[in-house]
């Protein structure tokens, strides 16, 4: 079955990397995605990677892929207090997306 | 296009009231999808359509709820005799049907059932 486990809370410092961890139970995802969602507001995608891939980075954002252990992460490189939010990674096998709660990622000045 | 639209943003209804919502997808998106959010909780899937065909709906969609897309654009969802238990955030989203590009979200529609 469909199930997407994530840490609940970050606290990181202003300038400081973030790395947010993801735990998937189907082997047979082909998309994997990160979304933020801000308080009040509808999810923003951020950014995804295929299932064939390791990595992919765009600018401050790093996704890593283990298939193996169906782990996903992603890291935010210099992080500032505008990446406050809460932070959802998503399973796509068919559709639809398969979400998990999300990790509240507080950012200290 | 502007994005998802969700109308309204906001709604507050007795208990035993009717509700609706409306979603407008990006025009291009041939699937219109519905989710709700609860405090704390990941968006939960409750149905999708692609075009104006309901492909899918979550056992959490009970009899109270229905849902339209009725000529392959704007959906609407209705719930019947709210319950308490339905207060959450209602979340629309729409896909092409590749998957690279993801779902984009509208903003919500907070319901909330006193």
């Known amino acids: 079955g469909e199930d997407v486990e994530q840490s609940l809370f970050l606290s990181v410092r202003e300038g400081d990397s973030s790395v947010i961890n993801c735990t998937y139970t189907d082997s047979s995802s082909t998309y994997l995605y990160w979304y933020k969602q801000e308080p009040g507001a509808g999810l923003q995608l951020l950014t995804y990677i295929f299932s064939n891939m390791d990595m992919k980075q765009d600018q401050r954002l790093t996704v890593l892929l283990n298939k193996k252990d169906k782990h996903l992460s992603l890291r935010i490189a210099d992080t500032q207090t505008g990446d406050s939010a809460i932070y959802f990674c998503?399973?796509?096998?068919?559709?639809?997306?398969?979400f998990g709660k999300g990790t509240r990622l507080s950012v200290i000045a | 296009d502007t994005g998802v639209s969700q109308d309204p943003r906001h709604k507050i209804t007795k208990r035993g009231q009717n509700v609706t919502f409306r979603c407008d997808p990006i025009?291009?998106?041939?699937?219109l999808y519905w989710y709700r959010q609860t405090l704390g909780q990941g968006p939960e899937f409750l149905t999708y359509f692609q075009n104006e065909a309901q492909l899918e709906k979550s056992r959490l969609l009970s009899d109270r709820f229905s849902a339209e897309r009725p000529k392959g654009s704007f959906s609407t969802l209705e719930i019947q005799r709210t319950e308490q238990g339905d207060s959450a955030m209602y979340l629309c989203?729409?896909?092409?049907?590749?998957?690279?590009?993801?779902?984009?979200f509208g903003s919500g529609t907070r319901l909330t059932v006193v």
């Open positions: 989203a729409s896909s092409g049907t590749g998957g690279a590009d993801g779902y984009t």
């Open positions: 998503a399973e796509s096998i068919n559709t639809p997306l398969v």
């Open positions: 025009s291009e998106h041939n699937r």
